[in-house]
């Protein structure tokens, strides 16, 4: 009597190989048809379950906003040193008021020297902190003087952008967070796949395996190539024991159930 074997190495499949395998059943059973298999129930559950394993995947891992954070980032270090060169350079002017002046500045020029050495979001608290002694009352008549006051309010402009972004960001991360659901998703799917199987194979039990035998064939012909992927992906032996070698059988005539290799 034919059956499906087990996998219950399965969960050793990398999420992508999975997902691969899982899609391999659903053509599988789309060319045989799920009604006349008598899975139409089980099958629909199955593809429900297939589908939130693919959408807990995210795809892109890294960040939409790598880009302009890092064009933001730069522009922000670009005008803060400017104003700190300019405060050095007027300490050499000719005028002694200017002079005097850029020379009260000078705290501020050995505390926040240096800032685009800091990360990005611990930068954007330093800058905040270096706009507000700037405009304080203690500097901000030098900084005027000095005619700073538009580099002030480009480097607000820019921190505030650079906020934003960190903000932005933030929002996908939770996002991704809330869609990358395998670690929920995939043993639901797994329990899934066992239901089907069991459901399966009690159907050729009862009924005769005559309508199932080349799907099964078939079917541990593809548990066998992936019992060798996990193996090469963990050693030799961690797929466990294939049911009857590794060359896949071919489905009956109907085109699109042939044998599929792996996407590995």
């Given amino acids: 009597m034919s059956k499906i074997q087990s996998f219950g190495t399965k969960t050793r499949l990398k999420v992508n190989e999975l997902l691969a395998f899982g899609r391999e059943i ?39 906003y790598t880009a302009e954070m890092n064009s933001a980032g730069t522009y922000r270090n670009n005008i803060h040193i400017g104003i700190i060169e300019h405060i050095r350079t007027d300490m050499r002017h000719f005028k002694v008021e200017i002079k005097e002046a850029a020379t009260r500045l000078q705290p501020l020029v050995s505390t926040y020297t240096g800032a685009q050495t800091r990360g990005f979001d611990d930068q954007t608290g330093f800058e905040y902190n270096f706009l507000q002694e700037l405009k304080s009352d203690k500097y901000k008549a030098d900084v005027t ?28 991360k ?56 996990i193996s090469n992906n963990l050693g030799a032996g961690k797929g466990g024991q294939t049911g009857g070698g590794n060359k896949p059988s071919l489905l009956p005539d109907g085109g699109s159930g042939i044998d599929r290799p792996g996407i590995l």
């Fill in 145 to 172: 003087l000095l005619g700073l006051d538009e580099w002030v309010a480009e480097l607000r402009k820019a921190n505030d952008q650079c906020a934003l972004l960190t903000s932005n960001r933030s929002k996908e």
């Fill in 26 to 64: 659903e053509d599988a059973i789309l060319d045989k048809e799920a009604d006349t298999l008598k899975i139409a129930e089980q099958f629909s559950e199955y593809q429900r379950k297939l589908k939130d394993l693919d959408d807990g995947i995210v795809i892109v891992a890294k960040s939409a």
């Fill in 174 to 229: 939770a996002e991704k967070a809330v869609k990358s659901s395998t670690v929920t998703n995939r043993p639901i799917f797994e329990k899934v796949y066992d239901a089907l199987v069991e459901y399966l194979n009690a159907l050729a039990l009862v009924n005769g395996d005559d309508l199932y035998k080349d799907l099964f064939s078939w079917w541990n012909a593809r548990i066998d190539h992936y019992r060798v992927v």
